[in-house]
């Protein structure tokens, strides 16, 4: 199980950057997957859901900035974040709620996370 996140970085305020996530292997389920966010001294929060191929959830700090979207059929998610402020600045995780094995409970599986910096 391999959850691998990409496209953080450096923007400036008010900048754009897109994240991408690859949630490789033969999963049983997928129920959601998403993007949740740690700043330093802060716990994780959740950033943007989606099920299936359009239903989608978000944290209301980031509502009309960020989008997320889902490549059709595959276990692969992005997220398309605008208007950037500096409290955006955070690790980004990866996260997938479902069921890898068959036999498995319902979990959640995170990725390493990348850092998104919005900093003049």
């Known amino acids: 199980v391999q959850l691998q996140a990409s496209g953080g970085g450096l923007v400036q305020p008010e900048g754009s950057l897109r994240l991408s996530c690859v949630a490789s292997?033969?999963?049983?389920?997928?129920?959601?997957m998403g993007w949740y966010r740690q700043a330093p001294g802060k716990q994780r929060e959740l950033v943007a859901t989606?099920?299936?191929?359009?239903?989608?959830n978000y944290a209301d700090s980031v509502k009309g900035r960020f989008t997320i979207s889902r490549d059709s059929g595959r276990n692969t998610i992005h997220l398309q974040m605008n208007n950037l402020k500096p409290e955006d600045t955070a690790v980004y995780y990866c996260?997938?709620?479902?069921?890898?094995?068959?036999?498995?409970?319902?979990?959640?599986?995170w990725g390493k996370g990348t850092l998104v910096t919005v900093s003049s």
């Open positions: 292997g033969n999963w049983f389920a997928v129920d959601y």
């Open positions: 989606i099920r299936g191929a359009d239903s989608t």
């Open positions: 996260n997938v709620y479902g069921k890898y094995f068959v036999h498995s409970a319902r979990m959640n599986y």
